[in-house]
């Protein structure tokens, strides 16, 4: 083989790797992507409606680069209790969000027992969940067995322990 065919070589192959490598990177990274935060413990100034209450706020970013649209969002609670969902958001639900934009709901901290939220989530129109998880995950495991186990319970079949 003469030198400039083997200097071609290594820049053919040089350049395949290295386009390969970009094409994987914009596949990962031109996903859908939502990022929740919960602040707690916050106060709203100026605003005679949130006066003298704590706070927590919600908060659903679009961190990708593809538009979602955010259908619901709230907290998925430890089994036996029932979940809630934001019912007050600005921009109201559904709404949909480009990149860097955001929707925010904001709670009384008084109604919220924080020990028996699992994650806190949010839903898309895709029916897919971005979640946030608060519970350890002991507590989420479980919660789940409990409720799996009750399902199995209510269907008819019979146990060991019947």
């Not at 704590?54 to 619901?72: D, F, H, M, S, Y």
């Not at 897919?128 to 319970?153: D, G, I, P």
Request: hydrophobic share 40%.
């Amino acid at each position: 083989m003469k030198r400039s065919e083997i200097i071609t070589a290594i820049i053919a192959v040089y350049g395949a790797v290295l386009s390969t490598i970009a094409i994987v990177r914009q596949l990962i990274s031109d996903r859908v992507k939502v990022k929740l935060t919960v602040s707690r413990n916050m106060e709203m100034v100026g605003d005679p409606r949130y006066g003298g209450m704590t706070l927590t706020i919600l908060e659903a970013t679009n961190v990708g680069r593809r538009p979602v649209t955010i259908t619901k969002f709230g907290a998925i609670r430890l089994y036996p209790n029932k979940n809630f969902a934001a019912f007050d958001s600005q921009p109201q639900l559904p709404c949909e969000i480009t990149e860097s934009k955001y929707i925010t709901s904001i709670w009384d901290q008084a109604d919220i027992d924080f020990s028996t939220i699992d994650y806190w989530g949010a839903w898309d129109s895709h029916g897919r969940v971005h979640k946030l998880q608060e519970a350890s995950w002991f507590s989420h495991w479980k919660s789940t067995f409990q409720l799996k186990w009750s399902f199995r319970n209510k269907s008819g079949q019979t146990t060991a322990a019947k």
